[in-house]
């Protein structure tokens, strides 16, 4: 197999051919608007936990999953901050609006962010802020570092903690913050 | 000029091992990765045929799909796991 091949056909043909083959396939692949993949046993009873729990069935929800993580490995890719930035300040808008609901007031500096509950001057939640110096020497670093700081705190926000992270993951690597 | 299709048919004799047609796809398909192309020699009516080997994600081994390109399709002739001979092959560059 590693000796050359005799063909009838050129080089160049066969290549045309492989990269039209390719391409059905895939197209193939997209029409059927299904995938299938391998998962070990006990991944598979996680899931089918989770989804019970929820109330959901297994597909919708790691379908639901997978379109999320989709639009976050978009973030950035067209080299613009907007959308990365828009998501980060549309979290901490509906944390502004929990606060509000609650009753509670939120301080921050750059390292550490402060709960306070019914305006009263005793602090329920302190946490440091995990992102501050991450971003540091950056352009946008203010309005990022209080978007993610903004979303971290009351355990209700926890999955805004956690897909800010994974914003955070996907903007570094697609390398927005080099724009500053 | 070779002739471009937009579509391939899959005989019955690549059914044989119990892989889908999807897997067969995935194979195929030049968004896969770890897909990897060696040529074979020509078939006995002359046709071109290529042995193309990827992961799928739907099993533990590689599979590899034969593939002969006749006139006037690209057919399919054969998908089964990856054998003795392109496992070699196919560890070397993926």
């Keep these: 197999m590693t000796e050359e091949v005799k063909s009838s056909m050129s080089p160049e043909d066969r290549a045309r051919r492989r990269a039209a083959l390719g391409k059905t396939a895939s197209e193939k692949i997209a029409k059927s608007e299904q995938l299938n993949f391998r998962l070990e046993e006990k991944s598979i009873k996680q899931l089918q936990a989770v989804a019970l729990q929820k109330g959901v069935p297994i597909g919708s929800m790691v379908r639901e999953w997978v379109l999320e993580r989709l639009s976050e490995e978009e973030l950035g890719k067209d080299g613009t901050p907007g959308k990365a930035l828009q998501m980060l300040i549309d979290l901490s808008h509906n944390l502004d609006r929990f606060l509000r609901k609650e009753r509670s007031t939120l301080h921050t500096d750059s390292t550490n962010y402060t709960i306070y509950s019914h305006g009263d001057a005793t602090h329920e939640n302190s946490f440091s802020n995990p992102f501050a110096k991450k971003f540091e020497g950056h352009s946008t670093v203010s309005s990022v570092d209080t978007a993610f700081t903004l979303c971290s705190g009351h355990s209700f926000f926890l999955t805004c903690i956690d897909r800010a992270r994974r914003l955070q993951s996907c903007v570094r690597k697609n390398s927005l913050f080099k724009l500053s | ?94």
């Design chain 2, 1 to 94: 000029m070779v002739r471009l299709l937009d579509d391939y048919r899959i005989l019955d004799s690549a059914y044989k091992h119990g892989i889908t047609d999807a897997e067969i796809a995935y194979v195929l398909s030049d968004k896969n990765a770890t897909r990897r192309v060696y040529d074979l020699h020509d078939d006995d009516d002359g046709n071109a045929q290529d042995m193309f080997v990827a992961h799928t994600g739907t099993r533990p081994w590689p599979i590899e799909v034969g593939v002969s390109y006749r006139p006037d399709e690209d057919v399919v002739f054969h998908a089964s796991r990856i054998s003795i001979e392109y496992e070699k092959l196919y560890k070397e560059e993926v």
